[in-house]
Nanobody, 123 residues
Framework: VQLQASGGGLVQAGGSLRLSCVAS????????MGWFRQAPGKEREFVAS????????RYRDSVKGRFTISRDNAKNTVFLQMNSLKPEDTAVYFC?????????????????WGQGTQVTVSS
């Protein structure tokens, strides 16, 4: 399974970005997906996750109400819509996949990782 993330960039505080992650797998609908991020000098942290069908989502508290995770199983793609961005959202964002129906907030539960896409929010 290969994951290819894209959509990062430089944006001013209050702006929006939409991250995408395309999976090269035949049965994408059998995978739960997640987004994690890692800022310089910090550990990787959970951002959001979605179950196999998209009916169940989870978010870290600091992004609730601003970020939305979604998926299009017909296109093997998971998205992260990020609105009202803040400088503290600056990080490399990684998509991750696990071959079970249900998502997790723990990075150790994910077997497959994308290469990361840089998000920089200026104040």
């Amino acid at each position: 399974v290969q994951l290819q993330a894209s959509g990062g960039g430089l944006v001013q505080a209050g702006g929006s970005l939409r991250l995408s992650c395309v999976a090269s797998v035949r049965t994408f609908s059998a995978y739960a997906m997640g987004w994690f991020r890692q800022a310089p000098g910090k550990e990787r942290e959970f951002v959001a996750s979605i179950n196999y069908a998209g009916g169940s989502t989870r978010y870290r508290d600091s992004v609730k109400g601003r970020f939305t995770i979604s998926r299009d199983n017909a296109k093997n793609t998971v998205f992260l819509q990020m609105n009202s961005l803040k400088p503290e959202d600056t990080a490399v964002y990684f998509c991750a996949g696990r071959s079970t129906f249900y998502s997790s907030e723990y990075s150790s539960d994910y077997s497959y990782w994308g290469q990361g896409t840089q998000v920089t929010v200026s104040s």
